[in-house]
């Protein structure tokens, strides 16, 4: 769950209108240096949206000016874990929104796991890529975006020859990368069943050499320490 630190005196409000407008049933007056947690917010006009645990004052949520107030703990690293293609960088979340830019497979980003919006059949997430300022940020697709704190570290043990990271967990899928033995990678949730593996497939990528960018599925009986 995200923090929100007020950094000056201010008002949260009920909108991002003036506060000298609004009733004061509508205002609430936070001191300086106070910290709530948040369970999602929205950026709206130049005004954090927050919604909170539980309620404040009258309201669970309030619209405070993002100049008086700093996110804390905002964002998660991760990376890009698209197969082959780019991931769209999108103004809001929907399949048909506009894109802003697009994210190769491997590109590190930084996700607000706190604000997760479903659309379209899709959960989408908030983010880009480290350090990126408001305006080059957007949604993406959360299934797309693996975190770098659920990770698990292993490297390829064949008798030698490589491993082929693959598009499908299935040895019959197209190849995307031949990985040489004792590459570490990292991987990603439990094995996936599927033809030419015993033990199953797992997702992943290289984390050193010229494929560490390329994600996909390798076959577990071929890696170590997992």
Same mark, same amino acid.
């Given at each position: 769950?995200?923090?929100?630190?007020?950094?000056?005196?201010?008002?949260?409000?009920?909108?991002?209108?003036?506060?000298?407008?609004?009733?004061?049933?509508?205002?609430?007056n936070?001191?300086?240096?106070?910290?709530?947690?948040?369970?999602?917010?929205?950026?709206?006009?130049?005004?954090?949206?927050?919604?909170?645990?539980?309620?404040?004052?009258?309201?669970?949520?309030?619209?405070?000016?993002?100049?008086?107030?700093?996110?804390?703990?905002?964002?998660?690293s991760?990376?890009?874990?698209?197969?082959k293609?780019?991931?769209?960088?999108?103004?809001?979340?929907?399949k048909?929104?506009?894109?802003?830019k697009?994210?190769?497979?491997?590109?590190?980003?930084?996700?607000?796991?706190?604000?997760?919006?479903?659309?379209?059949?899709?959960?989408?997430?908030?983010?880009?890529?480290?350090?990126?300022?408001?305006?080059?940020r957007?949604?993406?697709?959360?299934?797309?975006?693996?975190?770098?704190? %659920?990770?698990?570290?292993?490297?390829?043990?064949? %008798?030698?020859?490589?491993?082929?990271?693959?598009?499908?967990?299935?040895?019959?899928?197209?190849?995307?990368?031949?990985?040489p033995?004792?590459?570490?990678?990292?991987?990603?949730?439990?094995?996936?069943?599927?033809?030419?593996?015993?033990?199953?497939?797992?997702?992943?990528?290289?984390?050193?050499?010229?494929?560490? %960018?390329?994600?996909?599925?390798?076959?577990?009986?071929?890696? %170590?320490?997992?």
């Amino acid at each position: 769950m995200a923090k929100i630190k007020i950094t000056q005196n201010t008002i949260f409000k009920q909108s991002t209108a003036d506060s000298s407008s609004l009733p004061e049933s509508q205002r609430l007056n936070v001191p300086y240096d106070t910290t709530f947690e948040v369970s999602s917010y929205q950026i709206v006009n130049d005004h954090y949206y927050l919604n909170l645990p539980g309620n404040l004052g009258n309201y669970r949520s309030w619209y405070v000016y993002e100049g008086h107030a700093q996110l804390e703990e905002k964002y998660s690293s991760g990376y890009v874990a698209t197969k082959k293609d780019n991931l769209p960088l999108r103004a809001n979340p929907g399949k048909q929104e506009p894109i802003k830019k697009s994210l190769s497979p491997g590109t590190i980003v930084e996700i607000d796991e706190s604000g997760i919006v479903t659309a379209d059949g899709v959960d989408w997430c908030y983010g880009g890529e480290p350090g990126a300022k408001e305006e080059d940020r957007g949604w993406m697709g959360r299934e797309y975006i693996r975190l770098q704190k %659920n990770a698990r570290p292993g490297s390829v043990a064949t %008798n030698g020859s490589p491993l082929a990271v693959r598009f499908e967990p299935s040895n019959l899928s197209e190849k995307l990368a031949d990985l040489p033995n004792g590459t570490p990678v990292e991987v990603w949730g439990q094995p996936i069943a599927g033809p030419g593996s015993s033990k199953g497939w797992l997702f992943g990528h290289a984390t050193q050499g010229s494929q560490q %960018n390329q994600f996909g599925w390798m076959a577990l009986d071929f890696l %170590n320490s997992l």
